[in-house]
C-alpha cells in the first residue's frame, strides 16, 4: 500500500528509488571525469543538501565539501535576477577542482551569478552539477555539466526542494498542487534564497 500523499502534493515526479538510481549513475560519471584528482563539492545552502550529501557518498575519488548561501531578489519589474552572498564559503577554492552542486537551474540567473563570482577565485576547474534542470525557463545561458533529471515548467518539491521551507525532508520530487502554490511570480519570490 502507498501512503496517501502529503496536503499541497498533486504528484510525485520522481520516486526515491529513481533517484537513488540516478544519483548513482552522476556519482559515477564524477568519478570517471576526476579520477586521480580530488573534487571539491560546493553546496548551495539549502536546497543543494539533500542531493549533495547523497552524491557524495557515492563518487569514488576523494571528496570536499563546502556551503554557500545566496539570497536574489525580484527587481522593482518583477523581473528576477538580483542575487547577492548572504553565507560566504569557509575557505578558498584557488587551485581547486570545484564542483558547484545546485538543487534546480531554472532561469539560470542564480547559476550565471555563482559562476561568476567563484571563478574570480582562481579555481584550477570549475563545473556544475544540479539535481534538476528546467532548460525550459532558462533567461540566461549558463552551462551545466552534469544533470540528473529535466523537469517540466510545474513548481516542484522533495529532496531538498521546498515551498515556504516546507517539504524538503521529502524523499521523492512531487510537484506541488496548483492550489498550494500562489501566483507564479509570488511563488518564485517566495522560493528564492532557498
Ligand atoms: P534561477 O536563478 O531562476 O535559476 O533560480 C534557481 C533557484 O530558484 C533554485 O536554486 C531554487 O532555490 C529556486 N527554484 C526554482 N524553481 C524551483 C522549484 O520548482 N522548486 C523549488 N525551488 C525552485
Ligand atoms: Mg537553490
Known sequence: MTPPLPPGIEKILFTEEEIQQRVREVAAEITRAYEGRTVKLIGVLKGSVFFLTELA??????????FLAISSFSNRNGAP???????????????????????????G?????????????SPNS???????????RRIVQAPVDYRCFEIPDRFV???????NQL????????????????????????????
Open 157 to 163: 518539491v522533495g529532496f531538498g526542494l521546498d515551498y
Open 126 to 136: 570549475l563545473a556544475v552539477c544540479t539535481f534538476l534542470d528546467r532548460t525550459s
Open 81 to 107: 535576477g538580483v542575487v547577492r552572498i548572504a553565507k560566504d564559503l569557509d575557505d578558498g577554492i584557488e587551485g581547486e577542482d570545484v564542483l558547484l552542486v545546485e538543487d534546480v537551474v531554472d532561469t
Open 109 to 121: 540567473f542564480t547559476l550565471r551569478y555563482l559562476l561568476q563570482t567563484l571563478a574570480s577565485r
Open 167 to 194: 517539504y524538503r525532508n521529502l524523499g521523492y520530487v512531487a510537484v506541488l498542487s496548483r492550489e498550494a502554490s500562489v501566483s507564479p511570480q509570488r511563488r518564485r519570490d517566495a522560493e528564492k534564497g532557498g
Open 57 to 66: 557518498r557515492h563518487i569514488g575519488v576523494p571528496v570536499k565539501i563546502d
